[in-house]
C-alpha cells in the first residue's frame, strides 16, 4: 500500500472547488487529493456534491472558482476528451457503451486502431484491436470468452466490466467509477470489486463513488464524505466495518464534521 | 471445434441466414409458378434494372435509419435531379458527363441541408424530410411546368438505366453467352476465394478463432456457387447492364466503408448510443451531416438511373421510391431503434421486394393482391426479426 504521507506530488489534487447551478450552491470550496496507487472512496447523501464534483474532475462541467492540479500541473479542463487525453477516465453510471457493438469496438471506441489511411477514409487495424482487448481483459483477469460477443448479449456485471476496462486501456492516469455496483447481483459486485483490486494492484489511481459503504469499506484505502456541497471528512479507513459504517454515516447525516468552520462559502 | 458445434455458434446470424433462405425460396417459388419464367436471363436483367434506383437509394437509408432518423424526402428528390439531368442535357445543351457531375453536386448539397436540418436545427428527420418531400414534389412539377414529360434522347445518358457492358467482338465459342461477364464472374471468384484464404490465415496467424476448415470451405463453395450462377444467368442474355455494375460498386463500396472504416464505425456507434459516442469524442453532428450528404449523393446517383431507365423525366418521377427504400431496408434487417442495419441487407431487402412485384406480374396476379402480399412479407420480416433479437440475446 502506498504511503500518502511519503509521497509529494499527488495525481489529482483539487483545491477549492465551487460551482453553482442557477441559486443552488452544488459545491462550496471542495478541496480532494488523490495519490498514486490510491483507492480513494467518495461517499455521501444524494446531492451531496460528489458526482458533480468528479463532473469537474472529467471535464463535464467548468467550475466556477477553484483549480486543479494533474501530478502538480495546473489545468483547466474544456470537455471531457480534454480531461481524457490528459488520463481522466470516468466510468459512468449508465455505462455509456454502445449495445450494438462488440466488446472490441467499445473498448476502442473513439481511438480505433488504423491500418492505412486512404486519402479521407481511416482503414480499422481490427486484428490489432481485437488481440488488445482480449489482452486486456485477461490481463484484468475479466471471464468473458469472445471480445467478439456484442454487449448487448453480456450480463450487467460482464458490462460494468467491460466499460472499467475500457476505461484502463489508454494509459489512464485516474479513473473514476460512479456506483459501479449499483444494480448488480451480489455475485457480479464482488466480480466488479474483485476488478478494482486487480487495476490497484497494477498501480492505477482510482476514485470510487458509491451508495454501497461495504464495497467503499472493502476496496479503499481513504474516505472522503460529503455534505451539502462541502467534504466533512477525509481519513483512512482503519475501523472495522461496523465502526466504519456507524461513523460515515454520522458524517453523511451531519452528526459530525471534521472542517466545521474550515470552508468560507 | 465440430461442424455442429460451428454450426451453433453461427446460431446469432440466423436473422442474417433467414433472409437469404427467404429469399431464395421466393426465387424458387416464382421459378416454379412461372414455368421458369422468372429465372430467364432476361427476366432477371430487366429486374435488376427496375430494382437499381430503389436499391442505391435503400443503401443510403439504411444508414439513415442506423443513425435513429428517416428521409422521406429522397423518392421527389431523386425526381427532381433527374428532372436537372434531363434539361441539363436537353436546354442547357450540356454533355453527359457535366451533367452527371451537377446532378452528384446538387444531390450532396440536397443531403446536406436535410442534415443542416436534422444535426444543427435539432429538428425531428421526419419533419424536416417531410417538409422536403413537400418542397421537391413542387419543385419538380416548377421546373418540368412549361415542357411537362421531358424525353431523353441522348443515348449515352440512357445506357446507363438500360444498356449493357461491351462484349468482346469476334469471339465465337459460346455464341448466345456474353463472354466479359462470364469473365467478371471469373473474377470475382477469383478476388473473393483469395480475399478469404488471406484473411483466414492472417486471422489465425493472431490465434484467433477463425471456421473450422470443413465449415469454410463449404462456405467458399457455397458463395462462390451463388456469384457462378448470378454470372451465369447474367451472360445469358446481353450480360452485365450497367446499372448493375453502378449497384455493385455502391454496394462494394458502402460495405467496405461501413464494416471496414473507421467513419463506419462510428455511424453505427452514434446510432447504438449517441450520448456514448459523443462522450467518447465522436461529433454526432458531423455523422449525421455525412449520413444524410451520402443519402442526397445517392439519391442523385438513383436520380439519373431512374431517368435514364425511363428515358425521360415526368411531372411525378420519384413518387413513393422514399417508402420502397425504406421498406427494403427494414426487410433487409434495419431496426428503427437505430444502430442495426446492413448495407447488403438492404440490397437483399430491396431484391425481394422487387421478385415479389416482377414475380406476381408474371403470374399475372391483381396489383391488390400484390400490395397485400409486399405488406405480409414486410411485417413478417420484421416479426422474425424482432422474434430471432429476443431468442438470441
Do not use: C
Not at chain 1, 463532473?55 to 481524457?84: M, W
Not at chain 2, 460495405?255 to 472504416?261: E, N, R, V
Not at chain 2, 426487410?331 to 416482377?358: D, E, H, W
Amino acid at each position: 500500500m502506498v504511503n500518502p504521507m511519503t509521497e509529494t506530488t499527488p495525481v489529482v489534487e483539487m483545491r477549492n472547488i465551487k460551482k453553482s447551478f442557477a441559486a443552488v450552491q452544488a459545491l462550496k470550496g471542495v478541496d480532494l487529493v488523490l495519490h498514486h496507487g490510491e483507492v480513494l472512496g467518495l461517499v455521501g447523501d444524494n446531492a451531496a456534491g460528489k458526482s458533480t464534483l468528479m463532473k469537474v474532475l472529467s471535464g463535464a462541467y467548468i467550475p466556477d472558482e477553484g483549480e486543479i492540479l494533474i501530478e502538480g500541473e495546473n489545468v483547466h479542463l474544456t470537455d471531457p476528451l480534454h480531461a481524457r487525453r490528459l488520463g481522466i477516465e470516468m466510468v459512468y453510471q449508465d455505462l455509456a457503451l454502445a449495445n450494438n457493438l462488440d466488446i472490441t469496438a467499445n473498448v476502442f471506441l473513439g481511438r480505433e486502431a488504423i491500418s492505412v489511411q486512404l486519402g479521407p477514409l481511416r482503414v480499422m487495424d481490427s486484428r490489432r484491436m481485437e488481440l488488445e482487448s482480449q489482452r486486456l481483459l485477461e490481463r484484468l483477469k475479466i471471464d468473458i470468452p469472445s471480445v467478439r460477443q456484442l454487449v448487448e448479449r453480456l450480463s450487467g456485471g460482464q458490462r460494468q466490466a467491460v466499460a472499467i476496462a475500457r476505461a484502463t486501456a489508454f494509459d489512464s492516469r485516474v479513473i473514476i467509477m460512479d456506483e459501479p455496483t449499483a444494480a448488480l447481483s451480489v455475485a457480479a459486485i464482488s466480480k466488479v470489486l474483485d476488478l478494482v483490486r486487480e487495476l490497484k494492484a497494477q498501480g492505477a489511481s482510482i476514485i470510487i463513488i458509491s451508495h454501497r459503504l461495504e464495497d467503499i469499506y472493502s476496496v479503499s484505502d481513504r474516505l472522503m464524505v460529503m455534505r451539502q456541497g462541502r467534504k466533512v471528512r477525509d481519513a483512512p479507513i482503519t475501523d472495522s466495518i461496523d465502526d466504519f459504517r456507524e461513523r460515515v454515516v454520522a458524517y453523511m447525516i451531519g452528526a459530525r464534521d471534521d472542517f466545521a468552520g474550515a470552508t468560507a462559502s | 471445434m465440430s461442424f455442429m458445434d460451428a454450426l451453433k455458434a453461427q446460431r446469432h446470424n440466423v436473422r442474417d441466414f433467414g433472409m437469404y433462405i427467404a429469399f431464395v425460396v421466393i426465387v424458387v417459388f416464382f421459378t416454379i409458378a412461372t414455368d421458369g419464367l422468372f429465372l430467364t436471363s432476361r427476366n432477371i436483367g430487366n429486374l435488376v434494372n427496375a430494382t437499381s434506383y430503389i436499391a442505391v437509394l435503400a443503401v443510403g437509408m439504411t444508414l439513415v435509419i442506423v443513425i435513429r432518423h428517416i428521409d422521406l424526402s429522397v423518392g421527389y428528390f431523386a425526381g427532381t435531379l433527374g428532372a436537372v439531368a434531363a434539361i441539363s442535357l436537353k436546354y442547357w445543351g450540356l454533355p453527359v458527363v457535366p451533367t452527371w457531375l451537377i446532378v452528384l453536386a446538387l444531390g450532396i448539397v440536397g443531403g446536406l441541408l436535410t442534415g443542416f436540418l436534422v444535426a444543427q436545427m435539432r429538428i425531428p428527420a421526419f419533419v424536416a424530410t417531410l417538409a422536403g418531400w413537400l418542397f421537391y414534389q413542387g419543385l419538380l412539377q416548377w421546373v418540368t411546368r412549361g415542357t411537362g414529360t421531358i424525353v431523353i434522347d441522348n443515348e449515352v445518358f440512357n445506357a446507363l438505366g438500360n444498356g449493357f457492358i461491351p462484349d468482346i467482338p469476334g469471339l465465337t465459342f459460346l455464341p448466345e453467352v456474353h463472354k466479359v461477364t462470364l469473365l467478371l464472374g471469373l473474377l470475382a471468384i477469383v478476388v473473393f476465394v483469395i480475399s478469404e484464404v488471406t484473411n483466414r490465415r492472417k486471422t489465425q496467424s493472431y490465434n484467433f478463432e477463425v471456421l473450422p476448415m470443413n465449415m469454410f470451405i463449404l462456405k467458399l463453395a457455397f458463395i462462390s456457387f451463388v456469384i457462378a450462377g448470378v454470372t451465369w444467368i447474367f451472360a445469358g442474355y446481353q450480360g452485365l447492364s450497367w446499372a448493375a455494375v453502378i449497384l455493385i460498386f455502391v454496394v462494394l463500396i458502402y460495405s467496405y466503408i461501413t464494416s471496414k472504416t473507421v467513419v463506419g464505425r462510428h455511424i453505427y456507434a452514434v446510432g447504438g448510443n449517441p450520448e456514448s459516442a459523443q462522450l467518447n469524442g465522436i461529433s454526432v453532428k458531423k455523422i449525421t451531416f455525412l449520413v444524410f450528404g451520402s443519402m442526397g449523393l445517392l439519391t442523385a446517383v438513383s436520380g439519373i438511373l431512374y431517368s435514364s431507365w425511363l428515358r425521360s423525366a415526368t411531372t411525378i418521377a420519384g413518387r413513393g421510391m422514399e417508402l420502397d427504400a425504406i421498406a427494403a431496408a427494414f426487410v433487409g434487417g434495419a431496426a428503427v431503434a437505430g444502430g442495426v442495419g446492413k448495407v447488403t441487407g438492404s440490397i437483399l431487402g430491396a431484391l425481394v421486394m422487387a421478385s415479389l412485384t416482377n414475380g406476381m406480374n408474371l403470374m399475372g396476379a391483381d396489383i391488390s393482391v400484390q400490395y397485400m402480399v409486399r405488406a405480409f412479407v414486410l411485417a413478417g420480416a420484421v416479426i422474425f426479426d424482432v422474434a430471432t433479437r429476443k431468442s438470441t440475446s
